[in-house]
């Protein structure tokens, strides 16, 4: 893994045994970065392959076979409730950077922000923009899934949602769900499968939500 971690550029690609360069990724690559002939680059499908390659001109060529990082065996999901402006371009790069495996948008009872369908469709395609960055820059080799909105009555069920007071984070925990800056209500606690602690303190969303995916993945580590 020391390759991904020296290489002069990490790059998404469709297909990591003949990887091809976009205009736009060879241009980052050859002029923003100025990596030059001999160099390496590392390529990753997002989907946990990747493969080393060589410079040459303005192309890359494949030095080594591809190699698979396996997935988790259990993954790490972290739900939110979406906060104003573009603060959730900045959670989604940040779990990403971290290597959450799956990262679900959320309109809870207290929510500001609710999303009609056309605005959704285009916030996480920009959101998966962003991942996609985010995947190269952290030297990733998993893209996180991107999903959303959804009730949090629906996501609830399946997820521990943090809380002021409750229980610290464990090693059982793999998915956790942030509240809005209201926080939740009586009823969306009482459809959590449990409810944890983030500190002792009132977060804001975004640090909630860096606090509890940090935690998750540190135990699962």
């Not at 990596?35 to 680059?41: A, T």
């Not at 943090?162 to 998915?175: F, H, K, L, Q, Y």
């Amino acid at each position: 893994m020391s390759v991904l971690r020296h290489a002069a550029a990490h790059v998404l690609v469709d297909d990591v045994a003949t990887p091809v360069l976009t205009d736009d990724q060879a241009h980052h690559v050859f002029r923003v970065l100025r990596v030059r002939d001999g160099e390496v680059v590392t390529v990753t499908d997002g989907r946990g392959r990747w493969c080393a390659c060589r410079a040459s001109g303005t192309d890359i060529e494949p030095i080594d076979a591809p190699t698979l990082v396996e997935p988790r065996r259990r993954p790490l999901t972290v739900g939110f409730a979406i906060p104003k402006q573009d603060r959730p371009e900045w959670i989604v790069q940040k779990l990403t950077e971290i290597g959450i495996d799956r990262i679900v948008l959320l309109h809870a009872e207290r929510s500001v922000v609710r999303w009609t369908a056309d605005r959704a469709t285009k916030h996480v395609a920009k959101l998966l923009r962003v991942a996609a960055e985010a995947l190269q820059q952290s030297r990733g080799v998993w893209l996180p899934a991107i999903e959303g909105p959804l009730t949090a009555a629906d996501f609830l069920p399946s997820a521990a949602a943090a809380e002021p007071g409750a229980r610290p984070i464990s090693a059982d925990d793999t998915s956790i769900a942030i509240g809005p800056e209201g926080g939740w209500t009586a009823d969306e606690l009482e459809w959590a499968a449990g409810t944890v602690s983030v500190g002792s303190t009132v977060l804001r969303v975004e640090t909630a939500t860096i606090v509890s995916a940090s935690r998750i993945v540190m135990h699962a580590e």
